[in-house]
């Protein structure tokens, strides 16, 4: 699996997006981009994942860089309850998910 | 997506005692099961995967003879943590894959404490 480099935290205004960003630069063609977050003490929660077309569902958008190299998550209108850590993943399909230390993301009211 | 419970929730043993977490998996038939660990503002570390009707694959450094896993049925996989140490204090977390590749459905978690 390819490694990935998050920010370890980042803060967000209540009902402003939150744009967590994801470099993977040395991703290779057949490993998708996964986010997982996790609320406190809480098991991780799937948000979406995505190949190299960007894609948006309820929960979020994903942003993938033409050369893949990178990617964002967008958080579109963030609530105190998305505080939690977020995990950029790249995975090849072994369903085996190697979670890094992620972005801790703190929504201020 | 699919819905994963724990039990317990919480335990505390004594040190030298045997913990059982049983994960199930409620509304879909997982062949594959996986258990994690959360050390304190870690992250998770994925310790075995669990297939049902053999035997686990254990990641490297996590002793199978001391965290016993069966998966004997397409709902259910358990974690036997034997003779429990403080050390074995975490947080242990199962998942089950889901239909698309790399997306997998957690637990909600069992705090093991070791006193």
């Known amino acids: 699996d390819a490694k990935t480099t998050q920010p370890p935290s980042m803060d967000c205004a209540e009902g402003r997006a939150a744009n967590l960003p994801c470099n993977h630069s040395?991703?290779?063609?057949?490993?998708?981009v996964y986010w997982y977050r996790q609320i406190h003490s809480q098991g991780p929660q799937y948000i979406i994942h995505g190949l190299k077309n960007n894609e948006t569902n309820e929960m979020a958008s994903l942003i993938i860089t033409e050369d893949r190299k990178s990617s964002t998550l967008i958080l579109p209108h963030a609530t105190l309850r998305d505080t939690a850590v977020y995990y950029c993943?790249?995975?090849?399909?072994?369903?085996?998910?190697?979670f890094g230390t992620g972005t801790r993301l703190t929504v201020i009211p | 997506g699919a819905v994963v419970s724990q039990h317990p929730s919480w335990v505390i043993c004594k040190s030298g005692t045997s913990v059982k977490i049983e994960c199930r998996s409620l509304?879909?038939?997982?062949?594959?099961m996986f258990w994690y660990r959360q050390f304190p503002k870690q992250s998770l570390m994925l310790m075995a995967t669990?297939?049902?009707?053999?035997?686990?694959?254990?990641e490297q450094g996590v002793e199978k003879d001391k965290f016993l896993i069966n998966h004997a049925s397409l709902t259910l996989s358990t974690l036997t943590v034997t003779s429990a140490h403080p050390e074995d204090s975490s947080f242990y977390i199962c998942?089950?894959?889901?239909?698309?590749?790399?997306?997998?459905?957690f637990g909600p978690g069992t705090r093991l404490t070791v006193l």
């Open positions: 669990s297939n049902e009707g053999s035997k686990a694959t254990y």
């Open positions: 998942s089950e894959s889901g239909r698309r590749t790399g997306e997998q459905f």
């Open positions: 993943i790249a995975e090849t399909g072994a369903n085996n998910l190697f």
């Open positions: 509304d879909f038939q997982a062949t594959t």
């Open positions: 040395t991703i290779s063609g057949n490993e998708y």
